[in-house]
């Protein structure tokens, strides 16, 4: 993907893909759901870690500059860190599988490497 093209990739990008609704109905089945107000709620990790996949070799506080898309307090690493370990990875697994099918057809052209769907 072009640096260009993930320069302009939001939260609100990701949330039209993977809406909220869906994020918190998933956080909640996984019982990852905040019992106080925090800085990195779990619904924000979820598109944080989605954002990680996205942007890579950028740091974490990097991501999270990038997908909030306007100034916000940003936490130090630790923080993040010990936010994304609250939240495993159940969340991101029944995501993924709820709504992570493909979008490209069996007669797309270079969708599937070597046949592989």
Known sequence: MSD???ELV????????YPPELVDLLVDKAGCQERRLRLLPARLMVYFLLGRALFSPDPYREVLRKISGSPVRLPDKATLFRARQRLGCEVLRALLIQAGSGVAAEDTPGAFWRGLG
């Open 4 to 6: 260009l093209l993930l």
């Open 10 to 17: 939001s939260l609100g990008d990701l949330e039209q893909v």
